[in-house]
């Protein structure tokens, strides 16, 4: 049989391989909920547990080996059972310097443009970004230390391992049923893997746009470099002291000045993917799915204990 050839599979087996893939997502969204809550209520009723070292010191190497062990165990065993060859996904892709840059500033004016809109309905809703008050702060040793920890997390394991689970395994697997659908469903199940609503917003929309580059490219790791630059940028925009401001500012007219200029020149150039993206049958599949269907109740329960 043609390696290529379309292979028709019931609703079951449909299931069957989104449940496949939702084990692991349940266990990914698991530890980070008992991670991210859990450790505040260590630090607050058994502070001892930390045996003297900082709280959130602790829960950031925990985090950062946590989401190396899910991506390259669970998730690997996931993607070898359901016989995904994730290795045409590392490939170099045919991509220009100035064309990955491009994509880099579109990231991140989309990833700022949604900040915007969320942190406008913040003032309403109490609807925050979560974040540690240490960021930026270097004044002794150990926030030093947090912040290279901080970094390290945020600016290359998460992209990296976000990028292998959701783009290389999740959209990869739900794109055989529909290419499109395997875009915006991918984006959905990233949002879920957030700690709060807010979180979960601006997965929506960046996840869709790294799938869509993805999609194009036939490889997670345009989309790795996007997410490293989009985190990176986030960090500078937290990290620089009140007094340097201007930077920032400066920083975020140059993205949007490259942004219309690339889509002026046609440097970017992606439709809106439409096509196959919005069929009842393949939604009802994942979302009646078991596991999926867990990871929703789980992410309801993250976000009720946030606001507590």
């Given at each position: ?12 087996q ?5 449940n496949?893939?939702?084990l ?7 530890l ?11 630090a607050r009723?058994?502070p ?10 602790i829960t ?5 080996v946590?989401?190396l ?11 070898r059972?359901?016989?995904?060859p ?5 490939q170099?892709?045919?991509i ?21 809109v969320v ?18 702060a270097?004044?002794?040793?150990d ?8 970094f390290?997390?945020t ?15 999740i959209?990869?697997?739900?794109g055989?049923y529909?290419?499109y ?8 199940l990233?949002?879920l ?25 036939h ?20 990290a ?6 201007i ?5 975020i007219?140059?993205?949007y000045?490259?942004?219309?200029l ?6 970017i ?40």
């Amino acid at each position: 049989m043609p390696a290529n050839k379309p292979q028709i599979i019931t609703t079951k087996q449909a299931k069957a391989q989104v449940n496949t893939l939702g084990l692991s997502l349940i266990i990914y969204i698991s530890l980070l909920l008992l991670l991210w809550h859990g450790s505040s209520l260590v630090a607050r009723y058994a502070p001892q547990a930390f045996m003297g070292y900082d709280a959130d010191l602790i829960t950031m190497v925990f985090v950062s080996v946590m989401i190396l062990f899910v991506a390259f165990v669970p998730f690997s065993i996931s993607a070898r059972r359901l016989r995904l060859p994730i290795r045409d996904y590392l490939q170099k892709p045919d991509i220009t310097f100035s064309k990955l840059m491009a994509l880099c500033c579109m990231g991140t004016g989309i990833m700022l443009i949604v900040l915007f809109v969320v942190s406008i309905f913040g003032n309403f809703f109490g609807t925050e970004l979560g974040d540690y008050a240490f960021i930026g702060a270097f004044t002794s040793t150990d926030n030093i230390i947090k912040n290279i920890v901080y970094f390290v997390l945020t600016v290359l394991i998460q992209p990296i391992c976000d990028e292998y689970i959701f783009r290389g395994i999740i959209q990869r697997q739900l794109g055989h049923y529909n290419r499109y659908f395997g875009v915006l469903a991918s984006s959905v199940l990233y949002a879920l893997a957030q700690s709060s609503i807010a979180d979960a917003a601006i997965a929506v929309f960046l996840g869709w746009f790294l799938a869509l580059v993805t999609l194009r490219y036939h490889s997670i790791k345009p989309a790795i470099r996007i997410h490293m630059f989009t985190s990176f940028f986030t960090w500078l925009i937290i990290a620089l002291p009140e007094r340097f401001v201007i930077i920032p500012t400066i920083m975020i007219v140059l993205i949007y000045i490259v942004v219309a200029l690339s889509l002026f020149n046609r440097t970017i150039n992606y439709r809106i993917a439409r096509h196959g993206a919005a069929e009842p049958k393949l939604w009802k599949i994942v979302f009646t799915s078991w596991t999926i269907i867990t990871c929703m109740i789980l992410f309801l329960i993250n976000n009720f204990l946030g606001l507590l």
